[in-house]
């Protein structure tokens, strides 16, 4: 929960910034106590967070000014955690991504447009087109339920442990 989310979606002008460097902060701390103490019997971590986000909602949300001090701030957050050996993309189209959001049922989330889905998701994929020298893998999750489907969440926890190239890997199943 953060208390900023409601207010953005009100009035995202005045909001964007106070719950992007409030992401930002949460999501360092929980990566900087993962790993100050990793557990040694465990062969992975799996994040369903990845810092990065943070600076591509960034790129959507704030005006020009703020966007350049955000970065400068995400610069110091960032050289801080140690960069993941997969970087898992879970694709859905974002009129699904918007059902998803209406079942979820939270209401200041209701309000969401396609188009502001739409220019997140955009976001994303022209960061991962960035990214050449990791290992991503995009998977086409429509259909996929992996939350209340056993054999879907089997299948996810297969893919990722498998090795993949350098650049963009797509999968669906």
């Not at 960034?58 to 970065?71: D, H």
């Amino acid at each position: 929960e953060n208390s900023f989310l409601p207010k953005f979606y009100k009035d995202p002008e005045r909001y964007a910034f106070p719950l992007e460097l409030s992401f930002l902060a949460d999501r360092y701390q929980q990566l900087k106590d993962h790993f100050r103490q990793p557990d040694l019997f465990k062969p992975i971590t799996v994040s369903d967070y990845f810092i990065y986000k943070s600076l591509i909602f960034a790129g959507q949300n704030l005006e020009s000014a703020e966007l350049t001090l955000y970065k400068r701030m995400f610069e110091i957050v960032s050289s801080l955690v140690p960069r993941p050996d997969l970087l898992v993309y879970l694709y859905l189209p974002t009129d699904q991504t918007k059902q998803n959001i209406i079942t979820r049922g939270r209401s200041y989330e209701q309000q969401i447009t396609l188009q502001y889905l739409d220019k997140i998701q955009s976001g994303y994929m022209e960061f991962l087109k960035q990214l050449t020298d990791w290992r991503i893998l995009l998977v086409e999750t429509s259909g996929i339920d992996f939350v209340w489907r056993g054999e879907d969440y089997k299948w996810i926890s297969e893919i990722v442990r498998k090795d993949y190239p350098v650049g963009i890997t797509r999968i669906g199943k």
